[in-house]
């Protein structure tokens, strides 16, 4: 059995089942590229400070590079009775090099490099989630642009509201994406500083220079305070915290295009990429990955709520509960990042079917609003409007009648304000045109967003 690098203290053996249940080899083995980068980071400054001595350190990094190669060609058996990452590395470390690799841990604690470690990963995991993100926006942009004429029904309560261009709809969610990824740059910010030489606690006895590594491992400056340091897991909780606010806005997106592609909506189809069919009704094709994408939301709610969990009520400073960060924080950014790409490509293989969205704007009075409105711009107060129009959309549903088909005699029996010219607003195409302000879902205005979204995209890259 590997002999334990805190073995020092200790006359019996671990029993076999408490290091089975306290070890996170299984999980904590994907940071050994964010381990390795930090140790060979801390090695050059424990030279540079005349800790150890050069050659030590380049001996240090020399074994430390080669375990990096053994473990990405898959020749490293990781050892649970060597408990986690850092662990498994150092031992190996010390049996490749000998007692030198045991320098390495000067001036540092497994609770500092833990933090350092979860810390580079989570930078280089965000700016993988911001690719995605950025496809699915380009996807959203593409659909957009490719259906800009397409008019449905737009809703509130899931009741016909009035009609919106379909390109309006897809850029809402470009508009939730947008501030997403705000909420990801913004916690980067956070994240982007070095705990490492915190020690186990209370900083170190030796003359380290933290600045000096925080530079080589590109951060933007260092932790205050070492208790702190050690024991803050907010960066995961942020991330958390905007992962949740994301599944939220690609469950709800998810929710929309199982509805649309439903035979009583009928206004999209998935394809068939996304769908599986039934085992037992021939005629199915049932919308499973935006269903398991809504699914997996909350997960990663739960993932959430965890991590709030475990950190609730800790002591300061670490305590090996938060050991327990890493699997939610780890299968969050799986689920985000699947997520995320599927629906990229899920989006940008979508086909409209605009002739039923359109069909579906013209039905439920789409454009009653826009006969108030009309109203109004003759000098009737708004309220009074409402009303004349409640009583034509009455009069419209005993007829069995849509508004645009009533004859100018029975506009005028509810408002002698009506004139010839009411059939030019109460088309489907009059009325989405008309609301042209910015943020509005007339073409004009939607296609200045494309534009700006577009433009902004352009400068970022
Ligand atoms: N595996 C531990 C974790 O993930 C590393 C830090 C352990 N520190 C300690 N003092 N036991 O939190």
Same mark, same amino acid.
């Given at each position: 059995?590997?002999?334990?690098?805190?073995?020092?203290?200790?006359?019996?053996?671990?029993?076999?089942?408490?290091?089975?249940?306290?070890?996170?080899? @299984?999980?904590?083995?994907?940071?050994?590229?964010?381990?390795?980068?930090?140790?060979?980071?801390?090695?050059?400054?424990?030279?540079?400070? =005349?800790?150890?001595?050069?050659?030590?350190?380049?001996?240090?990094?020399?074994?430390?590079?080669?375990?990096?190669?053994?473990?990405?060609?898959?020749?490293?058996?990781?050892?649970?009775?060597?408990?986690?990452?850092?662990?498994?590395?150092?031992?190996?470390?010390?049996?490749?090099?000998?007692?030198?690799?045991?320098?390495l841990h000067t001036a540092r604690s497994r609770n500092d490099q833990v933090a350092l470690d979860i810390r580079l990963y989570l930078r280089d995991e965000l700016n993988r989630i911001q690719e995605y993100l950025d496809r699915l926006q380009e996807a959203l942009l593409n659909q957009a642009e490719a259906n800009? =004429?397409?008019?449905?029904?737009?809703?509130?309560?899931?009741?016909?509201?009035?009609?919106?261009?379909?390109?309006?709809?897809?850029?809402?969610?470009?508009?939730?994406?947008?501030?997403?990824?705000?909420?990801?740059?913004?916690?980067?910010?956070?994240?982007?500083?070095?705990?490492? =030489?915190?020690?186990?606690?209370?900083?170190?006895?030796?003359?380290?220079?933290?600045?000096?590594?925080?530079?080589?491992?590109?951060?933007?400056?260092?932790?205050?305070?070492?208790?702190?340091?050690?024991?803050?897991?907010?960066?995961?909780?942020?991330?958390?915290?905007?992962?949740?606010?994301?599944?939220?806005?690609?469950?709800?997106?998810?929710?929309? !295009?199982?509805?649309?592609?439903?035979?009583?909506?009928?206004?999209?189809?998935?394809?068939?990429?996304?769908?599986?069919?039934?085992?037992?009704?021939?005629?199915?094709?049932?919308?499973?990955?935006?269903?398991?994408?809504?699914?997996?939301?909350?997960?990663?709610?739960?993932?959430?709520?965890? !991590?709030?969990?475990?950190?609730?009520?800790?002591?300061?400073?670490?305590?090996?509960?938060?050991?327990? @960060?890493?699997?939610?924080?780890?299968?969050?950014?799986?689920?985000?990042?699947?997520?995320?790409?599927?629906?990229?490509?899920?989006?940008?293989?979508?086909?409209?079917?605009? @002739?039923?969205?359109?069909?579906?704007?013209?039905?439920?009075?789409?454009?009653?609003?826009?006969?108030?409105?009309?109203?109004?711009?003759?000098?009737?107060?708004?309220?009074?409007?409402?009303?004349?129009?409640?009583?034509?959309?009455?009069?419209?549903?005993?007829?069995?009648?849509?508004?645009?088909?009533?004859? !100018?005699?029975?506009?005028?029996?509810?408002?002698?304000?009506?004139?010839?010219?009411?059939?030019?607003?109460?088309?489907?195409?009059?009325?989405?045109?008309?609301?042209?302000?910015?943020?509005?879902?007339?073409?004009?205005?939607?296609?200045?967003?494309?534009?700006?979204?577009?433009?902004?995209?352009?400068?970022?890259?």
């Amino acid at each position: 059995m590997s002999k334990k690098p805190w073995a020092g203290r200790f006359t019996q053996p671990t029993d076999q089942f408490v290091e089975a249940f306290t070890a996170s080899i @299984d999980f904590d083995q994907r940071l050994y590229r964010y381990d390795i980068q930090g140790s060979i980071a801390h090695a050059r400054m424990l030279a540079r400070q =005349g800790i150890i001595a050069e050659g030590e350190a380049r001996t240090i990094v020399d074994g430390l590079e080669a375990i990096l190669a053994d473990i990405e060609q898959g020749d490293f058996e990781f050892s649970v009775a060597l408990e986690d990452i850092h662990m498994n590395i150092e031992a190996r470390l010390i049996e490749r090099i000998g007692p030198v690799g045991g320098k390495l841990h000067t001036a540092r604690s497994r609770n500092d490099q833990v933090a350092l470690d979860i810390r580079l990963y989570l930078r280089d995991e965000l700016n993988r989630i911001q690719e995605y993100l950025d496809r699915l926006q380009e996807a959203l942009l593409n659909q957009a642009e490719a259906n800009l =004429g397409v008019i449905m029904p737009g809703y509130t309560h899931l009741q016909t509201a009035q009609p919106v261009l379909f390109s309006h709809h897809l850029l809402a969610y470009y508009e939730m994406l947008r501030r997403d990824a705000g909420r990801f740059s913004d916690l980067f910010k956070r994240l982007n500083v070095l705990p490492l =030489g915190a020690g186990a606690l209370a900083g170190t006895t030796f003359p380290i220079d933290r600045e000096f590594v925080a530079e080589q491992l590109g951060f933007a400056g260092v932790t205050r305070n070492s208790l702190d340091s050690v024991s803050d897991r907010d960066f995961a909780l942020e991330f958390c915290a905007a992962a949740s606010i994301l599944m939220m806005h690609l469950s709800r997106f998810s929710e929309e !295009l199982i509805l649309w592609s439903s035979a009583d909506f009928d206004f999209i189809t998935l394809s068939d990429a996304f769908c599986t069919g039934s085992s037992i009704m021939p005629q199915k094709k049932n919308p499973d990955v935006p269903e398991l994408v809504r699914g997996k939301t909350g997960r990663v709610y739960g993932n959430l709520m965890g !991590l709030l969990t475990v950190m609730k009520a800790l002591p300061l400073a670490y305590n090996k509960d938060m050991q327990e @960060d890493k699997e939610p924080l780890f299968d969050t950014l799986d689920t985000v990042i699947g997520s995320l790409k599927i629906f990229a490509d899920m989006i940008a293989q979508l086909s409209v079917k605009a @002739d039923s969205m359109r069909q579906a704007a013209a039905r439920g009075f789409s454009t009653a609003t826009d006969v108030a409105d009309y109203v109004v711009r003759k000098g009737v107060p708004f309220r009074d409007a409402h009303e004349i129009v409640g009583k034509t959309v009455r009069y419209c549903i005993e007829q069995s009648k849509d508004i645009p088909e009533l004859s !100018l005699a029975e506009f005028r029996s509810f408002s002698e304000h009506i004139d010839e010219d009411i059939y030019d607003y109460v088309t489907l195409d009059a009325s989405v045109n008309a609301r042209r302000a910015t943020g509005g879902t007339a073409r004009e205005a939607v296609q200045r967003e494309i534009a700006s979204a577009r433009r902004e995209r352009a400068e970022r890259n």
